[in-house]
């Protein structure tokens, strides 16, 4: 199973239709935090067929009208500040701030460990536990990226529009 990770879009709908006509592939995606306002939310939701997990991030408007956006949407399932999924046989977490995901990590619970808040893009393993910032999809600080993680070979791809 593919399953696409993006994060910080900030409201760039621009970027975001780039990114999801690239994510053909991905059978899930996994949203970090920070797409801002209910309309990014939104085009998430109307771009990508598949299920959609969400985070908050600490740039997120309207909490309300990002839920009933969700509960609208029917593929997007918005978790709060923490998420821990079961997506092709692997342990996920996804939460928004690097300190956390790191010790999630560390935790060895997880096969895998997404998150974003400071748009750097980023993999490392710590233990058997990928540790994964897809960067930002907003493009702010120079490039615009996004990640595939392979369950199947517990792997991760980094791509940038």
Known sequence: MKIAILS???DNIWKLAEVLKQLQDAEALIFCGDFCAPFTLAQIAE???GPVHVVFGN???DALL???VAAQAGNVTLYGFFAYLKLGG???AVVHYPPLARDLARSGQHDLVCYGHNHQANVETIGETLLVNPGEVMGRFGRSTYAV???ET???TLHEV
């Open 59 to 61: 740039n997120d408007g």
């Open 8 to 10: 910080d879009t900030h």
């Open 154 to 156: 517990h792997s991760v």
């Open 47 to 49: 771009g990508f067929p």
């Open 149 to 151: 993680y392979d369950t």
């Open 66 to 68: 990002l839920s009933r």
């Open 90 to 92: 692997r342990q996920i």
